[in-house]
Every structure is written in C-alpha cells, then in structure tokens.
C-alpha cells in the first residue's frame, strides 16, 4: 500500500496534466499542489523511503529529517505565492517549467544520496532555463544559454566529484564530507559553490535572472541557490574554505549591488550578498551558526520573492526597468511602494522583520566563536543591503524624479497584489514569532533575538546608514554605465583567446600549411606525374605492343584456316562424294554383276601378291 507520495512526483505529474485542464481548473490544480506538497511534508515520517541496490551501491532516494523538511516547507509555500503570482499569465508554458522546477528542487533536497541528487540538479538547470528564455527580452535568449552552459558545466564537476568519491571509497550517500579533502569531494563542492553564485563563478546569477520573465525569476530567486544551500548544509557544514569565501561574497555582492541601475541587476547582486551571509555561517560550523543559515535561507526565500514580485509588477507596469528611466511611482503605486520596503527593511535586518531573526542568530553565532573579522564583515554586509536595497533603491524608484516622457503606470491584477501581501505577511509573522521558525530547524538551540541590545544595536546601524545615505546621494545616484565586474575579465580572456587564435595561432598553422604543401603535397604532385608517365609510356606501350602481336597471330590464323584447313576439308569432302557417286554405280542389284567384281577383285589381289610378296 502506498503511504507517501514524493513531492517531486506530485508536481511533475502535474506539469505534464496542467495542458490539458480546463482554464477554470487551473486554479486549483495550480494552488492545490504546492498545498498537497506542505501536507505532504507535515505528515512525513523521518526516514528513508525507495532503498535500492545499483551495482552494489545503495541509493536512497528519498530521506526525510529535519533538514529536509524545513526546505520541503520553504519552497511549497514559495510554490505557492509564485503561482498566485503567476495566475494571470496567458498559456500554461511558464507554468509548466515552474512545476518542473519545483519538482527537481524538492526531489534534490529529499535525495538521500548523491547519484539521485545529482539526476534532479540537473533537471533543475534544464527546467529553469526556459523562465529566462521566455523572459522576452533582447538578452533573453543569449542570458539563458550563458546560464544552461555553466549549470552543465557546474554538473559535470558534480558528477566527476561523485565519481570519485565512490571510486575511493566514499560511497554514494549524501552525508557529511566537511573532514574529507580528497580530490572527488574537492569538486564536489566546486560543483556546488558554482550554483550557490560563489565568485569568481556568480555571473551567470547577475547575468540571466534579469532577463527572466516577470514570473519565471521569482520561482528562480527561491530554488537554485537555496538547493546550494541546501547541499553545503548537508555536507560541507564547519568546511574551512566557506567562512572566508562567504565573508567575501556577502561583501562583493553588496557592494556591487550599490552600484548597478537595473533593478533586478541590483536584486541579483543582493541575492550574492545574502547567500554569503548563509554560506560563513556554514562555515563556522557550530549548531548556532548552521541553525541561523538555516533560518537566513528560509526567511530569505520569501523577502527576496517579495522584492522581485514588486520589481517585477513595476516593470511590467511601466514597461522599464532602470533606476535612470524610472522615479516618482509612490504617486501612483503607494502600496506597492510600502510593500518594497518590507522586504528592503528584512534584507536591512530591521526588527519585527524576517531578516533580523535569522540574521541575528550568524551574528550572535561570530561573536561567541570570537571571530572579529566575521563580525565586522557580517554587520558592513548588512549595512551596506540596506543602504543600497532600503534606501537607495526605493528612494530612486518612488521618490525620485519622474520621466515626464514615462507613461502612466499599469495597474497590478489582483492576484499579484495578493501574492505580495501574503509575502510581506510571512515576513512580519516570521519577525513577530521567531519561535515558528526556529522549532523547524534541524538543530536545537535556546536563542533569543530580541534582546534589548541586540535591538539598539540594528537600530543604530539603520539610522546611521540611514543618516550616511543622504549626503551621499550624488556618490550613489544611478548611472546608465555598467560597473565592470569578473565577466569583464572572461571577456578579455576570450579575446586574448581570440587574438591569439588570429594572430600567432593562424600564422603557425598557415606556416605549417606551408610547409606541408612544400615538403608533402608538391614532392607528391611530381610523384604522381611521374607514375602517370610510366604509367601511359611503359605499361601502356608493352600492352599495345601484346596486343598488336596478338592480333597478327590472328591474321596468320585466319589464312591456314581458311587455306589449308578448310582447303582440306573441302578435298576430303569431294572424294568421299566421288566415292559415294562410285558406289551407287556399283549398286546395280544385279547378281551376275557382283560376282563379276568378286572375280575382278580376287583377280587383282593375286596379282598384287604375285607382284610384291612372292619375291
């Protein structure tokens, strides 16, 4: 009998059953599922579920612990508020993808080994890249096939990591490795850190999530870097290369996003920053720090969705997307701008937000393990995602001057508007109650946010920032030019490959061409007129010669046989017919006739033998 049911299964059955529903039955196919999906996750049992052999290596492709359960609960409400998102669209196609997206992300965050993480990873890419392809932009499609190639190249250092590690002994579950430095788990994590948008291999995020449709880049925002998340939870927790490298990215990430003029640009580098923040308390390994990364991914999930909800209803409103063409929407959009600032506050780490009781928890995890650096970092990080996320960015997209050029904003359908609320809803609960939140993670710790310190202190930061932001409104006014970043650098290496390629490169090969017609084609080209020559002089002129010799032999031939041959045919055949024309003379019949010549006969041979013998 059959007791559970895998969500990843549920949502994939439903992708290929959505284009044949009635449009009025959309809705609750579409709602219906990621709610089973939560149900099912509610009642799980922990365990594991499907154990089989693959040439003598167990699999399991479906655990269900804590870990898994609180990501399993992250994404099928994000399911949710993305498809109350996404109801207005016309056509089923983004949903579809969305489905099938979801579904590989559940299935990797349920997979108890890493042959079957690594088969719904890969499905993640494959699914997912159809959001930024229909995204419709002029980028769109060049974005997308940027993202596909590094996801497939992320997945083949997966699987030669997974490779390995079986080949020396490790086997196929997916447990911890943090204490393993061998080569296979070495790219295991490469693999890993590249979908979690690590530098130097984040440009894919920066570059394809702005190019996704207005739909498609919440659902992204929610699955590919929070499944990385996921992965260096459950297996790299304490690893010493994440603190520092997490250190970095919050701080790359938010100092870019400072200067960008693309909206979702802007989100996009945030997005970096904050997965770092994730990633050091990933590296410090403790049960604090591990709990609060997994507090920040969850809470994260949902003020980020929020954030590209609204972006993205603005840009479909005013069909722009720049800080420089956009200014003076909180005129006209006053709730869609008191919804940005939300999640703009809970990415600050405001009290009462989401943000601040997960992000305290790193925090608080820095200051006990005594690392001063990670504490200093940590808090500039966060300053500096409300400076840029906070502040500059809704101060230029609702208060700044407007384009009079700009045409009257859209209104936002129903739907969206819900999805938003509720998204801002969660963020508020999560802030209100942290208890709701703290009860899922997958380790015990007795932290409290609310301390009286703890809520001066991220009042200070904010009113300092805030204070900092408006002298140096001139430093951080939007700009058209693009600040360079990493990719800059892959496109001088690809044209220093191409010079290359064009210059010494093709002056070698056409040497070597050279050379090669000089020493090989031309001493052949003279070989082969010589064999010809041979060829039609030697061979040919013994030929004909056999062949005029043989046709004289026939004309001899011919003359004896005509002459001599049928000469003697011919006298052979008139005497026998003078003989036969003889002996029918003698034929009379006649008796007296025969013993005449009998006589003669006798008479002649007595004669003969007189003549010849008898001597």
């Known amino acids: 009998m059959i007791t559970w049911v895998h969500p990843a ?29 939560f149900c099912l996750f509610w009642i799980a049992s922990e365990g594991s579920y499907g154990d089989t052999l693959l040439l003598g290596e167990a699999l399991t492709p479906i655990r269900i612990d804590p870990l898994s359960r609180i990501f399993g609960f992250a994404f099928s409400m994000a399911v949710f508020l993305g498809m109350l998102y996404a109801l207005s669209l016309k056509g089923v196609k983004q949903h579809v993808a969305a489905l099938l997206y979801a579904g590989s992300a559940m299935g990797a965050v349920l997979a108890g080994d890493l042959l079957s993480f690594f088969l719904f990873w890969e499905a993640m890419a494959f699914t997912s890249v159809f959001l930024i392809w229909w995204g419709d932009t002029k980028n769109s499609a060049t974005a997308g096939m ?55 291999l984040h440009v894919w995020l920066t570059d394809a999530y702005p190019e996704g449709s ?16 996921y992965a260096l939870i459950r297996g790299f927790a304490g690893h010493s ?23 979702r640009r802007l989100l996009a580098y945030s997005m970096i920053g904050q997965i770092g923040i994730m990633i050091s308390g990933i590296g410090m390994g403790d049960d604090l720090a591990t709990g609060g990364a997994v507090a920040h991914a969850f809470a994260s999930i949902f003020y980020t969705g929020l ?69 200093g970092l940590l808090t500039l990080a966060s300053a500096v995602a409300f400076l840029h996320t906070g502040l500059r960015l809704p101060y230029y997209l609702f208060f700044g001057p407007r384009d009079h050029k700009m045409e009257p904003a859209a209104p936002i359908n ?39 310190g703890h809520i001066l202190e991220s009042l200070l930061i904010l009113l300092v920032v805030a204070a900092l932001f408006f002298p140096l409104r001139a430093v951080l006014a939007p700009r058209a030019t693009a600040l360079p970043d990493i990719d800059g650098f892959y496109q ?28 090989v084609i031309g001493p052949s080209i003279r070989w082969v007129a010589h064999c010809r020559w041979f060829d039609t002089t030697i061979i040919d002129g013994m030929v004909n010669g056999i062949g005029r010799l043989v046709f004289s032999g026939g004309a001899v031939s011919t003359w004896i046989e005509k002459y001599i041959i049928y000469g003697a045919v011919n006298v052979i055949g008139h005497a026998n017919h003078v003989a036969s024309a003889l002996f029918r003379l003698l034929q009379t019949g006649t008796v007296h006739h025969y013993a005449t010549l009998i006589i003669a006969g006798a008479f002649a041979l007595v004669h003969v033998y007189l003549l010849f013998y008898a001597q």
């Open 492 to 519: 001088r290496c690809g044209q220093g490959v191409m010079w290359l390629a064009d210059h010494p490169i093709a002056r070698w090969e056409a040497a070597i061409v050279e050379l090669h017609k000089t020493v």
């Open 9 to 37: 299964l549920l949502f994939i059955a439903g992708a290929f059953i959505l284009p044949f529903v009635p449009s009025k039955g959309r809705l609750y196919l579409l709602l219906g599922l990621p709610l089973a999906a």
């Open 307 to 375: 954030l590209f909800m609204v972006t993205g209803a603005i840009i479909e409103a005013t069909g722009r997307r720049r800080l420089t063409e956009l200014g003076g929407l909180y005129k006209v959009m006053p709730v869609t701008c008191l919804l940005y600032l939300v999640g703009g506050l809970s990415i600050g780490g405001a009290p009462l937000l989401s943000g601040f009781v997960s992000k305290a928890m790193i925090l608080s995890a820095a200051h006990e393990a005594h690392h001063p650096i990670a504490v």
């Open 146 to 200: 940027r993202y596909l190639l590094m996801h497939i190249i992320g997945g083949a250092v997966l699987l030669g990591g997974i490779v390995l590690h079986a080949g020396e002994g490790g086997g196929l579950a997916f447990e911890a490795m943090g204490t393993d430095r061998s080569l296979g788990t070495g790219l295991i994590l490469m693999g890993i850190l590249l979908n979690a948008a690590a530098p130097p």
């Open 214 to 229: 207005v739909t498609g880049t919440v659902f992204l925002s929610a699955f590919t870097t929070k499944v990385a998340v």
């Open 241 to 263: 290369l994440l603190l520092p490298l997490g250190l970095f990215m919050a701080v790359y990430g938010t100092v870019y996003a400072l200067f960008q003029d693309d909206i």
């Open 414 to 452: 129903g739907n969206r508007r819900l999805a938003m609320y509720s998204s801002a809803a969660i963020c508020f609960l999560i802030g209100l109650v942290p208890n709701l939140l703290y009860r899922l993670l997958p380790v015990t710790v007795s932290y409290h946010p609310y301390t009286m």
